[in-house]
């Protein structure tokens, strides 16, 4: 687990889906990305995702949200288009489970691969194709089932959610010594492991 002075940088993500409010908390890795966490990090401090929704879904495999055009619903149709693509690649950690990563548009349009400066998504299923092509950014330390469980809602054939699954709250913390997770389930504390 992690020692008992190390600080760790943890994004804080609620999620509203129906009635419930699942939380997620991923570590972002500011050694290897430097310049992707500090504009994370400007957009989490100024609430840009508060209210966006989730905006691809796929099962098993991957979850992505931060496009600003999502805070508006009847803008559907423009889902995933929003943010520019201007950050510098930063290529240096894997697409393993419970990896975070920005999204970016393809190489045809985007040969640099510059990430996209809101959107990013979280990694589900076996993605590691995309290594040295989109930039890693973050690790899930709790909650990986609740995105599991997201990624197998209904869709439209956009892979678009047909019910709206909203960011309520994504906050940076800065958290100081081991990390314990209670769970929502009420099923007693759990420790989650160090995320490596």
Excluded at 44 to 50: E, I, M, P, W
Excluded at 67 to 79: G, I, Q, S, V, Y
Excluded at 130 to 150: C, H, M, N, P, R
Aim: glycine share 10%; with cysteine.
């Amino acid at each position: 687990g992690w020692g008992p002075d190390e600080v760790h940088n943890l994004a804080v993500m609620d999620i509203r889906m129906g009635k419930e409010t699942r939380t997620v908390t991923f570590e972002l890795l500011a050694g290897d990305a430097p310049k992707t966490v500090a504009n994370f990090i400007a957009n989490a401090d100024s609430k840009l995702y508060n209210g966006l929704a989730v905006h691809r879904a796929i099962d098993g495999y991957l979850i992505q949200t931060g496009d600003p055009l999502t805070a508006d619903n009847d803008a559907r149709d423009k889902w995933g288009t929003g943010g520019q693509d201007r950050l510098a690649p930063e290529f240096k950690r894997s697409h393993k489970l419970g990896a975070v990563a920005m999204a970016r548009r393809s190489d045809k349009v985007n040969p640099e691969r510059l990430s996209n400066d809101s959107q990013f998504y979280f990694v589900l299923g076996n993605m590691t194709a995309l290594d040295g092509k989109y930039t890693v950014f973050g690790q899930v330390v709790s909650g990986l089932e609740e995105l599991e469980a997201i990624s197998y809602v209904p869709t439209d054939s956009n892979e678009c959610p047909l019910d709206r699954i909203e960011i309520k709250s994504l906050r940076v913390v800065d958290h100081k010594g081991p990390l314990v997770v209670t769970r929502s389930t009420g099923g007693g504390e759990r420790k989650a492991t160090k995320p490596y």
